[in-house]
């Protein structure tokens, strides 16, 4: 028998929703509506420990837009579940955000810790892996805005840790001047600069998080899903390509290259790139690459099920 629920995961770069039916007995996840918005609501946090107004603002609206779809589908507060990660985690102003969105979707968002966000994205990329193509023990790396999740285990988690080097928040600490105006071009001290923040936080990593242990390297979120797409060589973003397409080093790496010799025009005007992430995608790369490098990893699986199929499973 199947049960309808619905998920909404909110980083510090974007919000975004799943309605499914899911059938426990067969371990099957069934969407009806999937969709992101790029709402920036870790904008300046990193700098000031705050959520700034128009940023809470615009998650809202994107909250209306969802309680919205929900009521089409059917879906009330007792099947819905909304998980707050990094950005909300940080910031002194929380309350405000909490009660923001349970007077809109009558629900309290559950500010998680860095290890539940790591269980539920390790549920949501490996429940459905093919096994013998994709053998365990898995590496699962979910690159978001302010933070980023190693989590590694074979049917279960066994260690986990979330670090602060996300896209958004490596953008604002190194290619944003005090004027707000983000370096479209990084420099190659900047570029080194970003580099030793992700080795630093991966020194860390490893001290509790076997990295190289794996089999399997599966990457999750929207740096590493637009990377597959660009290397895939796409004219549109086509999610059913996308999902478990592999993603070799070289490509990674090639890449990553011309995303960061590229003007904001030039990356914008790529046909997969979210209008959201033209601005961080040169972080996130950077991330994932290093990672890569660190692990000695040849090629990963991209999933585009990730931490919000996790949250949709936890209602099952």
């Not at 309290?108 to 490996?126: K, L, M």
Request: net charge negative; hydrophobic share 40%; proline share 3%.
């Amino acid at each position: 028998m199947t049960t309808r629920v619905a998920a909404i995961d909110c980083g510090t770069n974007s919000i975004r929703l799943l309605v499914a039916d899911l059938d426990p007995s067969t371990g099957e996840l069934h969407d009806l509506d999937r969709r992101m918005e790029i709402v920036r609501l870790g904008q300046g946090v990193d700098r000031t420990g705050r959520l700034a107004p128009e940023a809470l603002e615009r998650t809202f609206a994107a909250c209306r837009t969802y309680a919205s779809a929900l009521e089409e589908f059917g879906v009330g507060p007792d099947r819905l579940r909304f998980v707050a990660t990094s950005a909300s985690r940080d910031a002194e102003n929380r309350e405000e955000f909490v009660r923001g969105v349970k007077d809109i979707l009558g629900v309290e968002p559950e500010v998680i810790t860095g290890d539940q966000e790591a269980e539920f994205s390790y549920t949501g990329a490996t429940r459905e892996l093919d096994r013998a193509a994709h053998p365990a023990p898995y590496l699962v790396v979910d690159i978001g805005g302010g933070s980023t999740e190693f989590v590694v285990g074979d049917g279960e988690v066994e260690a986990a840790l979330s670090v602060d080097v996300g896209c958004v928040r490596l953008t604002e600490r190194h290619l944003t001047s005090a004027d707000g105006t983000i370096t479209e071009t990084p420099s190659r001290e900047q570029t080194a600069a970003i580099r030793a923040d992700v080795e630093s936080a991966l020194d860390e990593v490893e001290k509790t998080v076997p990295l190289r242990s794996a089999h399997t390297l599966v990457g999750l979120a929207g740096t590493v899903t637009t990377l597959g797409a660009l290397a895939l060589d796409l004219d549109t973003y086509d999610p059913g390509r996308i999902h478990h397409a592999r993603l070799t080093y070289e490509e990674a790496r090639a890449q990553t290259t011309r995303l960061l010799a590229a003007t904001h025009d030039e990356r914008a005007a790529l046909p997969v790139m979210h209008p959201g992430r033209v601005d961080v995608i040169n972080a996130g790369a950077l991330v994932l690459l290093t990672v890569m490098e660190r692990t000695g990893t040849e090629e990963l699986v991209v999933s585009e099920h990730d931490i919000l199929d996790g949250i949709a499973w936890s209602l099952a």
